[in-house]
């Protein structure tokens, strides 16, 4: 199995008596994960169980009773009453959030069986699990969120493992040129409109890409709206093309209304569900003092490229796209999420117009895909009122000028 860069962080935390839930959208590879932490668990103790709650015979005993999920395990000892005298029990679950009450559930087993017992669970929406895992599960968790493929899992999942070492170079050092920036560029201009989706990664054929990322949009994500109670499917699928062509503007809610003729409860549902579906991410306007950054509408981006290019319908290349641009802000934003938390990550507008895409802590970020058409005059007033804030160009075609970041320094 291929190895993804979270994993080693996650079997860390197989040593703490706090159960392990991972979360991500569906499909980016949460299942694989756990089945490879089963077969590393399998290698020390056969004290090691897998089970999916998306089977219906398990799932209907649990919901029963708790300790109905060891009539498919061993039942551990209760360290209060019995000495444990073997290596504690570990439960792997798929999709745990399809329980009535996943919070009861592992409250239970936790209370009842810690440390004797460590539950590795996964979840396919942090929706559920910010809905049904409320404060009773405080200090008896630890969520870990699986993404789609960064682009450096990318490479290793092309099995280019000579370029993953050249592009971490180039990340570590400043001054370092690659031989291998061209193949490298290349491999990104196909991240950027694939997207990272392991099986979409995975699949050599093209066509085969497209099939999956429709797929995905039409099969996967028909699962969210379903579970998630969204009674105008049509209305959902059309938000999400109109924010698809949106990535890197203001979300405006009142505009979305109209065009969608829905009203603004119902628009901020779904945006609501998207995000916790980690289909969509916003970050919100930067500001200290001056009254014309008070914008109060934040900015939109997508979890994966290649579901938003596929709602759009759109596998063009990236030399012959008008949106070039806007995929590599949100390729950029992508990036910086790996870095910091979204919640840290910011944009700066003033009401008149000027304008910087990114404002995280003492850094800030201007994003280009051509570098000629950039003009420093426009961030004289950025400069001059936050000269504390470095202030860098991103492009896609570096030029090698001190003020601007190749994207593959990043």
């Not at 093209?206 to 009674?231: A, F, G």
Request: with cysteine; proline share 3%.
């Amino acid at each position: 199995m291929l190895e993804r860069l979270i994993y080693k962080k996650i079997e860390k935390h197989l040593k703490r008596k706090e159960f392990t839930i991972i979360t991500g959208a569906r499909q980016s590879g949460k299942t694989t994960i756990l089945k490879q932490l089963y077969l590393d668990l399998r290698k020390s103790t056969e004290n090691v169980w897998l089970v999916t709650f998306e089977r219906e015979n398990v799932l209907r005993d649990i919901n029963v009773d708790a300790e109905n999920i060891f009539k498919y395990t061993r039942r551990p000892p209760n360290p209060l009453t019995e000495t444990m005298e073997e290596p504690p029990f570990y439960i792997l679950i798929d999709e745990v959030q399809y329980a009535d009450n996943p919070t009861r559930f592992l409250k239970y087993l936790y209370d009842t069986f810690a440390p004797n017992l460590k539950i590795i669970a996964t979840g396919s929406s942090s929706f559920y699990l910010d809905s049904k895992f409320k404060d009773s599960l405080v200090g008896r968790k630890k969520i870990f969120e699986l993404n789609t493929l960064n682009f450096e899992e990318f490479l290793i999942f092309k099995e280019k493992a000579h370029l993953r070492s050249e592009l971490l170079q180039i990340q570590r050092s400043k001054e370092y040129i690659s031989l291998v920036e061209r193949e490298l560029l290349a491999l990104l201009n196909e991240y950027f409109i694939y997207g990272g989706y392991p099986e979409v990664v995975l699949d050599q054929n093209v066509n085969d890409k497209v099939e999956r990322l429709e797929e995905i949009k039409n099969s996967y994500i028909k699962r969210d709206i379903m579970e998630s109670r969204i009674e105008n499917e049509q209305k959902f699928y059309q938000l999400m093309v109109l924010l698809s062509g949106q990535i890197g503007n203001l979300l405006n809610k009142h505009e979305l209304s109209k065009v969608l003729k829905l009203d603004i409860r119902t628009i901020d549902k779904y945006i609501f569900v998207l995000q916790k579906c980690f289909h969509i991410s916003l970050i919100s306007p930067f500001h200290r003092n001056l009254r014309k950054e008070l914008l109060k509408m934040p900015k939109v981006f997508f979890g994966d490229l290649g579901l938003r290019n596929v709602l759009l319908n759109n596998f063009t290349d990236l030399a012959y796209r008008s949106d070039n641009g806007a995929l590599l802000e949100n390729y950029t934003f992508l990036r910086l999420k790996e870095k910091y938390n979204t919640s840290s990550i910011y944009f700066w507008r003033t009401a008149d117009m000027n304008e910087v895409d990114f404002v995280v802590e003492n850094k800030a970020y201007e994003v280009k895909f051509s570098i000629d058409s950039l003009r420093l005059a426009k961030y004289k007033k950025f400069i001059k009122t936050y000269p504390d804030i470095a202030l860098r160009f991103v492009s896609f075609n570096y030029s090698g000028d001190d003020n601007t970041v190749s994207v593959l320094k990043l």
